[in-house]
Nanobody, 114 residues
C-alpha cells in the first residue's frame, strides 16, 4: 500500500484545512486508516481513525472540530479540520493498517498562527 498525503498549509487560528490521503496498491486489504501528528515539541498524537466498517475515533483534543471521512471511488481518506488552534500545529501523517502491518504516507505540515 502506498499513501500520498496532501493539503497542509498555513492558516490563521479559527480557520480550516482539509488533508487528503490517497491510497494505492492493495487497498482492499486495509483494515483502518487515519492520521497521526507530530508537534514541534516532538510529541506524537493519534488524531483520527476510520475503520473499514466506517467507525471513527478521535483524540479528545480534536473532537467536535475534526472529521475523518473517505471517498471509496477515489481511494482517499480526508481529514477536515475546522476551528484550528495554534496547538494543532504539527506534521500530519496518514497511515493504514493491514493486520499488524502499518503503512505511512509522507508528512504534511500544518501551521496555525495565532
Amino acid at each position: 500500500v502506498q499513501l500520498q498525503a496532501s493539503g497542509g498549509g498555513l492558516v490563521q487560528a479559527g480557520g480550516s484545512l482539509r488533508l487528503s490521503c490517497a491510497a494505492s496498491g492493495s487497498i482492499f486489504s486495509i483494515d483502518f486508516m487515519g492520521w497521526y501528528r507530530q508537534t514541534p515539541e516532538n510529541e506524537r498524537e493519534l488524531v483520527a481513525t476510520l475503520t473499514r466498517a466506517g467507525s471513527t475515533n478521535y483524540a479528545d483534543s480534536v473532537k467536535g472540530r475534526f472529521a475523518i471521512s473517505r471517498d471509496n471511488a477515489k481511494n482517499t481518506v480526508y481529514l477536515q479540520m475546522n476551528s484550528l488552534k495554534p496547538e494543532d500545529t504539527g506534521v500530519y501523517y496518514c497511515y493504514a493498517f493491514i493486520g499488524a502491518r502499518s503503512f505511512w504516507g509522507q508528512g504534511t505540515q500544518v501551521t496555525v498562527s495565532s
